[in-house]
């Protein structure tokens, strides 16, 4: 049967066909989707873990009890579960395991361009690079063939355009596989003297995995001229096809880790200009050359960014088409947080305080941008916590009493409990927000062990995050209603000026929620507004002043009442009242 | 057939992910190689995004660069003109004329432009605007606007009626389909 399907779609597609029975992973994206495909299929256990290392060792546990097993996450979320997978590749596995990382070359959605090729090479694990949707769900099964022939897990590398690119795909049938698990100590027990022996079985493996990417049918030349030849694989492929069509002859790599070097070698042999297309690192160029092969690449082309089809026909001097603009200055438009966005009125409280915040990823990310302008680190996951407590280590006092660490309820369960065990233990004098929207909300909603709930929306486990808090020897710990502007001013004064740790937990559900009721819309009286602009230091979408007036946008409003608490002349008034 | 190109463009969480569902789930039946590249993340969150959709014999890259489009599909008029450069030369615009202010507009950083769907029109390009928000409570719900632009789409495609229709059954849930159905007649009828 013939699909259109997006490329994470089609991955997912490709572990159920697999045979996968286990999936856990923690969302990012662009990586997200995959997970939340998988689970729509009743033969395999979904779960979103805490964060992207114990997603990692759950698979592998999985793996080792005999069935095929995923865990997917973005680029930077492979930082995380690099312990796991660093060992793994010495372990190898029973049943074949397959890891995606997705990368955003672009920062469409991430806080950096990392080239994950890098850790596939320092692991020394296989990694596949799928160019589209079709080859997503073939190479997603091919991976498994590859992890249970090599004994190794295999990484798969999507990227922004191939993760959410719908192409077309054929789909098939499902397979079933049961491997089961045997004792066997000196291989799955990484002690030094079991480990010094896997390590030459890593490299015994990795030469015949060359040996494989020499002949595999995903790695394959595309010969149509003798000029001119672009060494290439993942989305970058298609660019080069688009711009060149079957004008130049093409070296298309599915498996980017180990690279084949005789192919390499036969191809450049076959054309008079040698040139590698790749997006972020130069590591297959890097590769060339180390065969002796003179090539060009990244002479011409960026290290920095996603590629496009003009990028690189630009880059091989061809005319690109110049396309008409107005004269106009066009503002820009940069994600805010929504109309209704519970993080708006702690971080108003938090700016009125003139607070340094030092801030974590999520939505609430956008405390950065005008007119908030709150935030002002942001670094990776959990890292607001143990940064919050080293500024204030050194600054005592003078930070004490006016920093806070922000974070959200999926983050802090991801990594930011142990920052606070830091804080507990060490004893800074640190105030930890947490911004509780009682959801994954950046990613699109995906459930967390606060939630109560499963990737499915069944009942699950809850943590309480109160509970949590004090039993980690946190002694004041309190919860606000971020729509009362009073409550939190007050909380964020009291245990700032507390000579101990303290958590504020910031709570009520993400405005976007299909659960959540809102009120009616606001309007404002235009006789009662003197244009004070009071309620635009909010920085809410859903108000702006016209001629002279704040008005609201009752498409946007969600009547949250937080712009209200801010005039000084009781102008807002609810459409419902009317 | 040469690679056909639309731009879907707009503000993050105004459904231009359904409409490049539909869109491309009708091309898909009509035969055609079809990629759509998409935006997830954090630009959903009320930033400008932009969604391709390419269909011919056979397509290769899933995005749509600068001097390419065949069609600019906006939902709002100043998404309109920040994507105009991608549109080929005789091009056609298809765009809602809502206009809502970005941040930098809000807090009084940036002026809004004014007489936006005139000025294209004066700078020679193919602008066919209408007020979508208007038809899309007409039909229901202000959520609808993204298939009422896709009703006034339909006059420029050579698909016939009963396609659309097919494309809208399975894409749209069957709660809200009559309510989309009407709002595609209204888009198609409103020109």
Redesign the interface.
Known sequence: MRELMLGNKALARGLYEAGVCFVSSYPGTPSTEITEEAVKYDEIYCEWAPNEKVAMESAFGASLAGRRSFCGQKHVGLNVAADPLFTMSYTGVNAGLVIVVADDAGIHSSQNEQDSRHYAIAAKVPMLEPSDSAEALNFAKLAYEISEQFDTPVIIKMCTRVAHSQSIVEIGERAEIFKPYEKNIPKYVMMPGFAKKRHPVVEERTKKLIAYAETTPINRAEIFSDEIGIITSSTCYQYVKEVFGDSVSVLKLGMVNPLPPELIKNFAAQVKKLFVVEELDDVIENFVKSLGLEVEGKNILPLVDEFSQNLIAEAFGRKIPAGKKLADEIPARPPVMCAGCPHRGLFYSLKKRKCIVLGDIGCYTLGAVPPLSTIEMTLCMGASIGATHGFNKILGKESENKTVAVIGDSTFMHSGMTGLANVAYNQSNSTVIILDNSITGMTGHQQNPTTGFNIKGDPAGKINLEALCHAMGINRVRVVDPYNLKECDTAIKEELAAPEPSVIISRRPCALLKYVKHKPPLFVDAEKCIGCKSCMKIGCPAISMKDGKAVVDATQCVGCGVCSQLCPKKAFASTAEV | METKNVIIVG???QGSLLA??IL??LL?NQGY????????????????VITYVRFGDK?????V????ADFIVSFEI??T??W??????NGQIVTNIQQ??????????????EN?VE??KN???KVDAMDC?SLARQAGS?KAVNIVLLGRLSHYFDVDEAAWQKSLEANVPPKFLELNKKAFALGKSSC
């Open positions: 503000v993050g969480g490049s569902k491309g789930h898909l190689d079809v990629k759509v590249s998409e935006v997830h993340g954090m630009s959903q969150r009320g930033g400008s397509v290769y890259s899933p995005v660069d600068e001097g390419q100043l998404e003109a920040r105009l450069s991608y549109l080929k030369p809502i202010d970005p941040m930098p507009v809000i807090t009084g950083a940036a002026a809004y432009p936006l000025k294209m700078a020679g390009f928000l202000q």
